[in-house]
């Protein structure tokens, strides 16, 4: 079998076989398949596509290149929930011990940000002396007796999509269905977990820009998912406007703390809500609407942030900060954002507020970049608000930097108007696996 021949058929449109594919991710692995030919191939396929087929072909060849997560252990209840990425994305923090609360396992490996802003692990370990890397055994005997862990992604899982995400990013190749899908359910898939709720965000602070090709994502990863025999839902949600207030790593902590103390941002709040119903609704074989009252219940009764104590408590990190958010340390130096102009808060150019975060030292360009974790941005108002000339509209924080170097960044992510504009939508549509979906 030769590269040559396999780039050639996916140039003329055709799909590969099983061996094909396997040779592909083989010579990747080893060295054998040359970097050059590698690209040519995924350029073919940004042209001619692949089959739903070809598309599970790859993620299973991909989940299984390396170490791979055995849950069997844990049961058939074990649940996973995946995020496209945004700003503002704290839900990890409230629904995984949400969910465990209520009897779901949430035995999770969650990464680390590049751009906007840190990933779950960095937000978690803005919290003092919380551990992200965990024994394999000791990570399964947590998730046993209190529901839930939360990690760092092994170095070794799925290391032939860490080989194909670092020559797509470098060769305009990264904006291809098959192959996004391909790359986030095969760590998916070597993960472990039985059920798997996908969030595929749609708007200006996503990936996708629309919500037709979101579907289409969302559709194509839970084919994969399903050939696997997982059961997968996806939720297709806004990232027009950040979600919550808070924006950066020990701000967005505290942010899902109020949330599981009842208090949070309305957004997040229905988001996490929604999350965490259909992750129960997956594993646990209940409706959604059952899953919702539980979840309802298990933040009223402080149960749900009982159980991130356990979690933060169980991973060596100081649970005094869970209880009294007012620990965490603020930034050296805040700025107020004011208004320009009266009307209305028309549009969030949320790409543009994540760059301003990263600014501000909340996130990383390179691997080994530093995070400030008091950084970030304090949204006051939001799209849709009124607003006056001279009111508030965020504060800038920063330990690294003077934030209001970062004010015309920012204010560059607004557009106003004198009428005020549609209703936000949270959630465009669920494509579910669920008992009533």
Not at 27 to 54: H, K, N
Not at 388 to 408: C, K, Q
Request: one cysteine or more.
């Amino acid at each position: 079998m030769r590269m040559t021949d396999i780039i050639e058929k996916k140039k003329r449109g055709l799909a590969h076989t099983r061996e094909e594919i396997d040779f592909l991710i083989a010579g990747l692995l080893d060295g054998s398949i040359p970097d050059y030919q590698v690209t040519a191939w995924l350029m073919a396929v940004c042209f001619r596509g692949m089959t739903d087929e070809e598309t599970a072909v790859l993620t299973d060849a991909m989940a299984h290149s390396g170490d791979t997560v055995d849950l069997s252990a844990l049961g058939d209840g074990t649940v996973d929930k995946h995020s496209t990425g945004g700003v503002g994305d704290k839900t990890t923090l409230v629904i995984a011990p949400l969910v465990a609360s209520l009897g779901g396992t949430v035995a999770k490996m969650s990464g680390r940000g590049l751009g906007f802003t840190g990933g779950t692990v960095d937000k978690l370990e803005s919290i003092p002396g919380f551990c992200t890397e965990l024994a394999r055994e000791r990570f399964l005997s947590q998730t046993r007796n209190i529901g839930v862990a939360v990690v760092g992604q092994s170095g070794n899982l799925t290391p032939a999509d860490k080989k194909l995400y670092a020559l797509r990013d470098v060769t305009a190749t990264v904006d291809s269905i098959p192959l996004i899908a391909s790359s986030i359910m095969s760590k998916k898939l070597a993960a472990g977990a039985r059920s798997i709720v996908l969030d595929v965000k749609v708007g200006s602070g996503a990936f996708m820009k629309d919500v037709e090709s979101a579907r289409l994502l969302a559709e194509k990863m839970a084919a994969i998912g399903r050939a696997s025999g997982r059961r997968v839902s996806a939720l297709l949600t806004n990232m027009d406007v950040p979600l919550g207030h808070a924006i950066g790593n020990a701000l967005e902590v505290a942010e899902a703390i109020s949330v599981l103390d009842g208090n949070g941002p309305r957004d997040l709040t229905e988001l996490c809500l929604a999350l965490a119903s259909e992750m129960l609704s997956l594993s646990l074989g209940i409706s959604r609407e059952t899953a919702r009252a539980r979840c309802l219940r298990a933040l009223a009764d402080g149960s749900a942030k009982h159980t991130l104590v356990k979690l933060v408590s169980a991973q060596g990190g100081d649970a005094s900060y869970i209880v009294n958010p007012s620990k965490f340390p603020r930034a050296t130096a805040v700025h107020t954002v004011t208004c320009p102009c009266d009307g209305y808060l028309a549009r969030m150019y949320t790409d543009r507020i994540g760059i301003t975060a990263a600014m501000l030292g909340a996130g990383r360009q390179k691997k080994t970049d530093v995070i400030d974790m008091t950084a970030g941005i304090v949204l006051l108002k939001k799209t849709g608000d009124r607003v006056v000339r001279g009111e508030a509209l965020a504060t800038l924080h920063s330990s690294a930097v003077a934030p209001d170097t970062a004010e015309n960044t920012f204010l560059s992510a607004l557009d106003f108007s004198h009428e005020a504009p549609a209703p936000q939508t949270l959630i465009y549509d669920i494509l579910s696996d669920a008992a009533d979906g």
